[in-house]
C-alpha cells in the first residue's frame, strides 16, 4: 500500500474488495491469512476462519496513514514469499503503479491480481491550472493540466498497464482491473 492509493476513493474500494473476498473466503470454509504490507507497517494474522478477523484486519488497514508512504512494489514479492511458506492462492490487490515483479511469488503460489483504477486515471479531462501534492512525497507543486498533459498522463498510464498486463500474461497469472 502506498500513497497514491489516497487518489480519490482508492483506499475506499480497497477496503471494499478485501472485505468481499475475505468473507466469501471464509463463508467458504476456507482459511484466510490477511497480509498487508505498506512502507511504514507490514500487518500479518495467522490463517484463520473466523469473521471477526475480517473487520479486525479492514480496521488495521484503515488506520494506516498513507501519505508520504512510498510504494513497496520493487520488494512486494519478496515481502510475502517471507509471509506465506505454503503453497497458496494469494490474490493481491492494488493500484500497482510502477514496478513489480511477481515471478518469485509465481513459481511458488497461485496468484490473481486485482488493479484498482480511478476513472479519472484511466481517462483524464483537462483541469487548466491547479496545485497537486503528490501522496508519496507529499510535495506540493502548480501545474497546469491542459491537452498536452492529458495525453502524456494518459500515455504513461498506458504503457504502465501495458507492461504489468504483460507481466502477468507471461507468468501465467490471472488478472481483472476494477475501475471505480
Known sequence: MSGSLLFKQK???????????????IKNANALTPVMI????????????????????????DA???????SILPNLAQKIHQKV???S???????????????LL?????????????RFEENPHALGDGEFMDPQTLEKAAFYFGKKAKEAYAKRYHDNDLKLIRHLQMLGIAYDKVVI
Do not use: C, W
Request: aromatic share 6%.
Open 11 to 25: 483506499k475506499e474500494a480497497l477496503l471494499k474488495m478485501i472485505a468481499q473476498l475475505g468473507f466469501s473466503t
Open 38 to 61: 505498506s512502507h511504514h507497517s507490514e500487518l500479518y494474522l495467522p490463517p484463520t476462519k473466523k469473521l471477526g478477523a475480517i473487520s479486525h484486519f479492514l480496521r488495521k488497514i
Open 64 to 70: 494506516v496513514n498513507l501519505e508520504g508512504a512510498q
Open 85 to 87: 511458506k505454503k503453497r
Open 89 to 103: 492462492l494469494i490474490v493481491l490487490v492494488g493500484d500497482f503503479l510502477g514496478e513489480v515483479d511477481l515471478s
Open 106 to 118: 509465481a513459481k511458488r503460489h497461485v496468484l490473481y491480481v486485482i488493479i484498482i483504477r480511478d
